[in-house]
Each structure stands twice: as C-alpha cells, then as structure tokens.
C-alpha cells in the first residue's frame, strides 16, 4: 500500500497509521475491536485469528471447540 493508502484503511479502522504499524512489528498489542476493524476492512485478508490468537474467535464465528476437546496447555 502507498503511504496514502495506509493512512485511509487506518482511518477506515478508526486508528493510525502509526499504531497499525506498531502492531503489525508486536510493538503494541491489538485490541479485540481493533482486531474486527482490520478484519473487516482488509476482506479477511488480515483475520482476527492472526492478530489475536488469544481470543476465542471461534466461540464468535460458530464454530469453536468444545470444551471437552480443547487441550489446555
């Protein structure tokens, strides 16, 4: 993406260019809400589970793991 381009998807995700670069290098985290944003502008080219892998997505999505079959580490 051009400079120009960074900045209107940033906007589109209510943030900054300069905070999505700081979570793209882990210098920051990713809020959940932000994680959405990013998910929902980049067409699921970026996805919530990439960004936030702590969160249960799936649970959201419908298609989580049961309890029973999940492996706690």
């Known amino acids: 993406m051009s400079p120009a381009e960074r900045e209107e ?3 589109r995700c209510g943030t900054t260019a300069g905070h ?3 979570v ?3 210098a920051r985290p990713c809020g ?3 994680a959405i944003e990013i ?3 980049s067409k699921g080219a970026v996805t919530c589970e990439e960004l936030r892998a ?3 997505w ?3 999505r419908g298609s989580s793991l049961t309890k029973a079959s999940r492996k706690c580490g």
């Open 9 to 11: 998807f940033a906007s």
């Open 20 to 22: 999505l670069r700081n």
């Open 24 to 26: 793209a290098y882990k």
């Open 32 to 34: 959940e809400s932000l």
């Open 39 to 41: 998910d929902r502008e």
């Open 54 to 56: 702590d969160v249960d």
């Open 58 to 60: 799936g649970h959201l």
